[in-house]
């Protein structure tokens, strides 16, 4: 089993749509998480941080289930400007240090 | 704008060579993360520095080294290139050791022959 899992999608949605990506981890004493959205070509940019109480920045809702070892990212109003992919971060703590592991990203593409 | 910049754009390399590659981080950070995304996949994790020392490192061999200077900007080095190491390098800068958000470069897109 990987150690961070996404559906690589595409996700073609309309204009509008909601949307929700998942993002499993395999390692239980993982102890941050992120989403990063990429577009072609270009790099990473930080989406935001997801916390245990989850969080929101505007469209965009993150949330975090430790139990189920799954973070999530909510996608309201859908605009065309979202055609992105959206990668999942997850840090663990090994040897002192800690290992950012990505997932490999779910593609969105948002149409008129 | 991160801030965080890299250089050079784009490379060739031919199997065998060595190749350098330099990441100015953003200002106020003290850690610097390399990446190698190969295409369709999400960005590996190579290693980090922290205070010019390594602070962690990712499944791969020796033959890929860094530095970090006393300005927080830092090299990833390759030996002995080989095909597969044809992708996107990234570096991330980040304040501390990196539980913390990072800031990613635009990245180097190596090519080896």
């Known amino acids: 089993r990987k150690e961070v899992e996404q559906d690589p999608g595409p996700f073609n949605v309309p204009e509008g749509a909601t949307v929700a990506f998942n993002c499993t981890y395999s390692?239980?004493?993982?102890?941050?998480f992120f989403w990063y959205r990429q577009d072609c070509r270009k790099e990473p940019k930080l989406l935001m941080s997801?916390?245990?109480s989850g969080n929101e920045d505007g469209r965009f809702t993150a949330q975090l289930n430790r139990a189920s070892q799954y973070i999530s990212l909510l996608i309201r109003d859908s605009k065309l400007s979202d055609s992105a992919t959206y990668l999942c971060?997850?840090?663990?703590?090994?040897?002192?240090?800690?290992?950012?592991?990505f997932g490999r990203g779910t593609s969105l593409i948002v149409h008129p | 704008e991160t801030g965080v910049t890299q250089s050079p754009t784009h490379l060739i390399k031919t199997r065998g060579q060595q190749v350098t590659l330099r990441c100015s981080s953003q200002?106020?950070?003290?850690?610097v993360s390399w990446y190698q995304q190969a295409l369709g996949q999400g960005p590996q994790f190579i290693f980090q520095y922290y205070r010019e020392e390594e602070n962690g490192r990712g499944n791969f061999p020796p033959r890929f080294s860094g530095l970090q200077f006393p300005n927080y900007s830092s090299e990833l080095n390759v030996n002995a290139l080989e095909l597969d190491d044809s992708a996107l390098y990234l570096c991330?800068?980040?304040?501390?050791?990196?539980?913390?958000?990072?800031?990613f470069g635009p990245g180097t897109r190596l090519t080896v022959t």
């Open positions: 991330a800068s980040s304040f501390k050791a990196s539980a913390n958000e990072q800031y």
């Open positions: 971060v997850v840090t663990g703590a090994s040897g002192g240090s800690y290992i950012p592991t």
């Open positions: 390692n239980s004493a993982s102890q941050s």
């Open positions: 997801v916390y245990s």
């Open positions: 200002s106020g950070h003290n850690t």
